[in-house]
């Protein structure tokens, strides 16, 4: 039987996989399956942002470099990208429950060595380490909640489980922020041992292993290979993009590479007996919506998260702990509506809240690039807000889209790709609108500087002023008189949120095209095949 004849009769025949018997006691029980890997969630989702508030004090006690510094966040966005869906995969062969708590042990494990570590090498070493354990946890988790949980409460376990994610990812800054100024760097990475502890034991006691009868049964090594190249190459270019120059050859080698290897994966897929990703579950519309969605409403948020943080710290002067507390109105809304929106998903379908929650994601972002210098805290936390509500129900709906429209036995695979989509998303929203900002701020800052009747630039000096304004950091030093520091800062500020709004209006078109893309989501056609109704 081929691969695709596999698929397509598991999507009309969801009695083909197993459907568990009703929770009996701690093992297996839904709500406490649901808070046990939201404890192992958190970790990983707090690492993706907690890390950036402790980059300057790495940097200071080991003497890392710039690159260094940049290879701590790099080397782990880069192995928890390339290695989501192989790890779906892993769980889906050989069963969620063993893959979550082998992630949760090494996840835990590589954090405790990060703090011991006594060179920048071993910090990013074992980054690259966290990344890949990272993502042998994110895809189980909702491989586990898939097989838990009946059709009529997934969509709000999976509120849940977004909420964690999203608070955990708005949240970082602020816990980190906290730690670092009143324990150490360390601590950032200390914080996980605790957790994953904790994390493992109740896993241990509560997590029950669920696999449907046609479940995977070897691997297709070529295409893990191929796959993992492509997404290496990929979110390599996005990365280094602004740093070599989008028209670069080395750019747009490694974005050709991604090209060609992607094509070569996908012909490769239609040979194997048990492919990596079956061709056939792109036959759903929904589910290839779901995905596209994903990445379109991570562009929006990771994307104009990254300028937000600058603007709050640079432009506005506040301490990364008061940033933090500046973003808690959309951390807040998080929390409250992501458990709404999975209520609304499940009642009505995904397909208006998610539409919805892309038109408020839009005029958010809208309204952020009207922000100022003077912009006061009740304007921000408006708009701040008005995201959170947007961001809920598509972080709910998309997961629910994915996971819901896939086959019970490919829940892993579907899990990596909805966590592969967040990171393309996420990564391609922070390169496309850097460049943007990059752009604005090229074309803008000789005219703000001479228009200020400031001293004039040296070509070289004018590259230099324009790579700290892109962060909104006045390019002075400490033998700059206080009044021409002061024009300088003016010109910095006015020349980033020119830029910034710029990007922002971007992000909200972006945002604008995701909800036409959400409307052709529509609810998971094989949810039937998990739980089953009824067992709560």
Not at 11 to 24: F, G, L, M, W
Not at 127 to 140: I, S, T
Not at 471 to 480: E, M
């Amino acid at each position: 039987m081929t691969s695709q004849t596999t698929v397509e009769k598991a999507s009309r025949e969801p009695q083909d996989t197993a459907v568990p018997a009703p929770a009996k006691g701690l093992r297996g029980h839904p709500w406490l399956t649901l808070f046990s890997v939201a404890i192992g969630v958190m970790m990983v989702a707090l690492d993706g942002t907690i890390v950036a508030i402790a980059n300057p004090a790495i940097q200071q006690d080991l003497g890392a470099s710039l690159a260094d510094v940049q290879w701590i966040t790099n080397g782990y966005m880069l192995a928890l990208a390339v290695s989501l869906i192989t790890a779906g995969k892993l769980g889906d062969r050989f069963g969620h429950r063993q893959t979550f708590l082998i992630g949760v042990v090494g996840f835990a494990a590589a954090s405790g060595a990060i703090g011991l570590s006594d060179s920048v090498a071993l910090v990013i070493v074992f980054r690259v380490l966290q990344g890949l354990f990272g993502a042998l946890l994110m895809p189980a988790a909702l491989g586990l909640l898939r097989a838990t949980f009946p059709a009529e409460k997934l969509n709000m376990a999976i509120g849940i489980w977004g909420m964690v994610i999203g608070a955990s990812t708005a949240g970082g800054p602020i816990l980190g922020g906290v730690l670092v100024e009143h324990v150490s760097w360390q601590s950032v990475f200390f914080i996980n041992v605790p957790v994953g502890v904790i994390a493992l034991l109740l896993g241990l006691v509560i997590l029950k292993d669920h696999r449907a009868e046609n479940a995977p049964r070897s691997f297709d090594i070529g295409g893990i290979v191929l796959l993992s190249q492509a997404m290496f190459c990929l979110i390599w270019a996005l990365i280094k993009g602004a740093e070599w120059g989008w028209g670069d050859y080395k750019t747009l080698g490694f974005l050709g590479a991604a090209v060609a290897l992607f094509v070569v994966f996908a012909l490769s897929q239609k040979n194997v007996r048990e492919p990596l990703i079956p061709l056939a579950m792109f036959r759903s519309v929904p589910l290839s919506a779901g995905a596209v969605l994903m990445v379109l409403m991570a562009f929006a948020f990771m994307g104009g998260l990254f300028f937000v943080t600058f603007y709050l710290q640079n432009v506005h002067g506040l301490s990364p702990v008061d940033s933090g507390l500046h973003l808690l109105p959309l951390t807040g809304m998080m929390i409250v509506a992501s458990p709404l929106a999975g209520a609304m998903i499940t009642k009505f379908g995904p397909r208006v809240p998610l539409v919805g929650g892309m038109v408020c994601t839009a005029v958010a972002m809208f309204g952020m690039s009207q922000l100022t210098i003077g912009t006061g805290t009740l304007t921000m936390s408006i708009w701040f807000g008005l995201l959170g509500l947007g961001l809920a129900p598509v972080m709910v709906g998309a997961t629910e889209v994915i996971v819901g429209n896939a086959p019970m036995e490919l829940s892993g695979v579907a899990g990596g790709l909805q966590q592969a989509a967040m990171q393309v998303g996420g990564s391609l929203g922070t390169a496309v609108l850097g460049a943007v900002m990059a752009s604005q701020v090229d074309s803008k800052l000789a005219d703000n500087w001479a228009a200020a009747k400031l001293p004039p630039l040296t070509p070289e000096q004018l590259d230099a002023a324009s790579s700290a304004v892109e962060v909104g950091v006045p390019p002075v030093d400490g033998n700059t008189p206080p009044e021409v520091a002061a024009s300088i800062a003016g010109v910095a500020h006015d020349t980033f949120v020119s830029g910034m709004s710029t990007a922002f209006m971007v992000a909200g078109i972006v945002a604008v095209v995701a909800a036409l893309v959400a409307t052709l989501t529509k609810r998971g056609a094989n949810a039937e095949a998990g739980a089953g109704a009824g067992h709560i």
